[in-house]
């Protein structure tokens, strides 16, 4: 176990994860492809290596995701679009300078058909309904300049509705809270300039229950504390300035013990297998704790900080909140 992020090691199992295509694995985890491209890409600029992957395979490999009939990308060539992975091509191409190459108003028009009369979006044409998939439809609008062309009013309304008496939100009306989707929700309403509808002082106290004895974060109550969660609660929180709230150098400690020290990687929690959703949001959660030598990601739209401080779409929320000093 390590008591230092290895950087190094992280950034080289980041850059082999795109030539194992010979691995059974590569091939049944198609269906988050493209997500996992921003994953990895994500993670690399946070730890200062944004050149560590080719940008032109990278844009080239984007781009054949499209899904001409749909308008939007799907999780990998020939799949059908879905509202998530068109998140991840936006926010690929935004971190590579190359907006310039998608079709903002087709883009645009399919995520506005997946809007439903309740408020809530679906993830494509099939109909499954989430919050996460609002959230997903609000970050991506937002980042295509494009918000006035959404209902806010109609969004907003979905997602108080999901709020319940413990002041989280779950991910439908009447589901249970939930820290991932507490992030999505609270997220999308910082977007939309509508934090007045989060119970910011109940909420806080709810996620700050989230640290377990081993300072891992989980995501509902009785569940193993997960990596993951470093940066959904932390993101949460970061927005409703109350990081403090927590133990920040044991959740540190936490994170970095699930790191692979071998092959490089961090897992969901120690002695597990590393995976590059986890290695994100790993090292996004230290972004956020301030951790030496990262860059700032953005809580809301989990992009690095100077690609949105640049496009000027902070509003409502104060912006990060890192701690000035981190015992490492």
Request: glycine content about 8%; charged content about 20%; overall charge negative.
């Amino acid at each position: 176990m390590s008591t230092e992020l290895l950087t190094a090691l992280h950034v080289q199992y980041i850059q082999t994860l795109g030539k194992s295509s010979d691995d059974l694995v590569y091939h049944l985890t198609a269906h988050l492809r493209l997500n996992a491209i921003y994953w990895g890409l994500t993670a690399l600029c946070i730890m200062g290596r944004p050149d560590a992957l080719d940008q032109d395979d990278v844009v080239k490999f984007v781009m054949s995701c499209w899904d001409e009939q749909a308008g939007g990308f799907g999780a990998h060539p020939g799949h059908d679009a879905h509202i998530h992975p068109t998140l991840s091509g936006i926010q690929i191409l935004l971190t590579y300078d190359s907006l310039h190459l998608l079709d903002v108003p087709r883009v645009v028009k399919f995520i506005l058909s997946l809007q439903q009369p309740s408020g809530v979006f679906a993830g494509d044409s099939f109909g499954e309904v989430d919050t996460r998939f609002s959230y997903i439809a609000v970050n991506a609008l937002s980042l295509l300049g494009c918000l006035d062309q959404l209902d806010i009013d109609k969004t907003v309304d979905y997602i108080k509705q999901c709020r319940n008496f413990d002041g989280g939100f779950g991910n439908s009306i009447g589901a249970e809270s939930h820290s991932a989707q507490v992030f999505v929700c609270v997220a999308a309403l910082a977007i939309l300039d509508r934090l007045d509808v989060v119970d910011s002082e109940t909420l806080g106290w709810w996620l700050a229950e989230r640290q377990l004895p081993n300072g891992g974060l989980n995501g509902r109550p009785e569940k193993l504390a997960d990596v993951c969660y470093s940066f959904w609660v932390l993101s949460a929180l970061s927005i409703l300035n109350k990081v403090p709230w927590i133990d920040c150098d044991n959740l540190t400690a936490f994170i970095l013990s699930a790191q692979d020290t071998e092959k490089g990687g961090i897992a969901d929690r120690p002695e597990n297998v590393a995976d590059v959703f986890h290695t994100q949001f790993g090292v996004a959660g230290l972004s956020i704790l301030g951790y030496p030598g990262l860059e700032d990601i953005d809580p809301v739209y989990c992009m690095p900080a100077k690609i949105i401080d640049a496009m000027g779409l902070r509003k409502g929320w104060k912006g990060l909140e890192r701690r000035t000093a981190l015992t490492v």
